[in-house]
């Protein structure tokens, strides 16, 4: 249970969430306090915009009962809602189960899928500003990475990439993003996850072409791994993960067009590709890990 007074999260019992890798920073001149950890471990998004926050709010309210249910074990558990007041945010955040809470060096992406990231309802200048962002990736992959971050399994420090890193991106040196992100180049790497993140985006993909009023804009596939775990034997199910988050442009009931989400799924299915390419690169180019016998 947590500990909140009338559904108001007090400020002394949050703090910003280092594990954030993309979205909405903290920016104090925009009212912005970025995502924040509450000390019970849930994730803390600020409602920041009205429409956007209606839309997340009844998709995370809707799950259960909706035909796409099967998703919800790729999704964070949704604990309501709730007011903070802290320093120049004063308003409504949701509260999320925390995905990466569990994962001791957290090595973690965030893959927007789609080629269209704008949703129907957007207006002309939103449009064009999301036509310039990724244009490469998107264009090439159906897909981009507004960031990541990795702990380098050599030197146990942690890296962020941002925003800019991924924009400078085409469908050659993405490649290398997810090198970096593996830890392809040292000798304790995360190649045993290549398969899990694989066979769970087939899930999804396939739960998701069975729906005709589901549709994700600029929601994004979360890759997780545990760089403390590389070079163990433990199974990677218990140190890696693949979570759908971010459903601030997530349409699932008659609003909609109907039809089956190929902006998504084509996005998903080259972000598979990609993956299966570099798990049979890594197969043939780097040593694998020597694993000890029981
Ligand atoms: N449930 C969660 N558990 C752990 N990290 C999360 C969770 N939801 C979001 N994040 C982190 O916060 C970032 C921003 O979240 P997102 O929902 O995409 O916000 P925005 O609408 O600002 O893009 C993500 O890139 C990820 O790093
Ligand atoms: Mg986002």
Redesign the pocket.
Known sequence: MMASTNNVILAEDIRP?T??????ACQTDKHSPG?LKHKDGF?L?PLLKQTQAKTELEFYKGLASSPHVDLTPFI?QFHGTAKINIGSYSGEVII??????KLEKPC?M?IKIGRQTWDPFASASKIEAEEKKYTECKRELGFCI??FQVYDSESCKVVKYDKSYGKSLNKSTVLEAFSIFLNLHNQKHAAKAIELYISKLEEISNIISKQKQLHLYSS?I?LSYDCEKLGTNVEACEWANV?L??F?HTFTGKSHKEGVDENYLHGLRNLMHLLSQLSAKNKKGIPQVKTTLP
């Open positions: 969430f594990s954030q890798v993309a979205g909405h995502m994730v998004k964070a999320l189960e925390d995905v990466t809470g973690i965030d507004p960031g994004s979360l979570h988050i971010d601030a």
